[in-house]
């Protein structure tokens, strides 16, 4: 899993297989964002997740949140080659409104053809 | 289509040297936002501002200033470079503190 002092996690795996990246993080929060940065890239967004959902889809995508055990994870179902990429999450201590997105350290995932 | 642009996308320097990264978005976002990312370290955030010259530092600002005349137009500036500022440069902007786009990144090698 990722967070802020861990190091960079690393995955790699075949095309078709499903994959889950998990995320913990320290300050509260009711709001969690996965990012897709790929090589050479600036990261975008692929999902938010608000804690009343705790569930959330997304094509192929599936993100939870687990408020109580601050942790989110996000699911890749039927990986391709071109989900060759770093996942980070990040997410805004609840009850501030400075903007300033947390960013974990990511997963690099790697998916074989 | 949205967009937030940066130039230079690539810049070598020598130590000492002065360095400007600029930034640019068309959405009309208020908030706009400076991060650095090294090898195994994620991204860090170096400033944020709000609006036209209303910025704040971010968790890194050492090192580095901040200019915002424009809304649309974000610029970071090192003055006189050290070597550790070498890293890759992210540029986003947001319109609330949720989804960031961010633009490609500018590549800095300091000598």
């Known amino acids: 899993s990722q967070w802020g002092e861990e190091n960079l996690q690393a995955l790699s795996i075949q095309e078709g297989e499903d994959v889950t990246m998990n995320c913990s993080y320290k300050t509260y929060t009711t709001v969690v964002q996965w990012y897709r940065q790929k090589s050479g890239k600036g990261p975008a967004q692929l999902i938010l997740?608000?804690?009343?959902?705790r569930e959330k889809r997304s094509g192929r995508l599936r993100a939870t949140l687990d408020t109580s055990s601050q942790s989110s994870s996000l699911s890749i179902t039927g990986t391709l080659a071109t989900d060759t990429a770093v996942y980070f999450c990040a997410t805004i201590p609840h009850n501030t409104n400075t903007g300033k997105l947390t960013f974990g350290d990511g997963t690099v995932l790697t998916v074989k053809p | 289509d949205m967009k937030v642009t940066q130039m230079p996308r690539y810049l070598i320097k020598r130590m000492g040297e002065n360095v400007l990264l600029e930034c640019g978005q068309d959405m009309s976002h208020e908030t706009m936002y400076w991060y650095r990312q090294d090898p195994g370290l994620g991204l860090q955030l170096i400033y944020i501002?709000?609006?036209?010259?209303?910025?704040s530092e971010g968790d890194i600002p050492k090192g580095y200033r901040v200019s915002r005349k424009k809304r649309e137009h974000f610029s970071l500036i090192l003055d006189s470079a050290k070597t550790n500022q070498t890293s890759v440069y992210f540029c986003a902007s947001s319109l609330r503190s949720y989804e960031q786009y961010f633009g490609p990144g500018t590549r800095l090698t300091v000598l």
């Open positions: 501002s709000y609006d036209v010259d209303s910025n």
């Open positions: 997740i608000r804690s009343n959902e």
